[in-house]
């Protein structure tokens, strides 16, 4: 199975799955730009969206890509309320 197919899969449950690596990262960066405000900002490999959501208090604009079509999906079920542009997969 290729790396792709592989998050499609993990995409139903990466939000609900223990994940403290992940999780670990999201606090390290709020607390290493929480005192930066953006114009724009590129994040590569948003996943399910749970940094986006963040940084589009910090942006802006947010243009958030994935390798995974259904992590971008549910990336953009979380933020359609908000402005922001997703893109194609990588």
């Known amino acids: ?3 792709r197919n ?3 899969i993990w995409a139903g ?3 609900t ?3 403290r690596t992940r ?3 999201a606090v390290s960066l ?3 730009l929480s005192d930066i405000q953006f114009d724009r900002c590129l994040e590569i490999g948003c996943g399910t969206g749970k940094n986006t959501q963040w940084l589009l208090t910090r942006a802006r604009q947010v243009t958030a890509v994935d ?3 259904e992590m971008l999906f549910r990336a953009r079920q979380k933020s359609m309320h ?3 542009s997703l893109s194609r997969p990588i």
Request: hydrophobic share 30%; no cysteine; glycine share 0%.
């Open 1 to 3: 199975m290729d790396v």
């Open 6 to 8: 592989a998050y499609n």
């Open 13 to 15: 449950q990466y939000d």
């Open 17 to 19: 799955n223990k994940n």
């Open 23 to 25: 999780d670990l990262e």
């Open 30 to 32: 709020q607390q290493t």
């Open 67 to 69: 390798l995974s079509e």
């Open 82 to 84: 908000q402005m922001w």
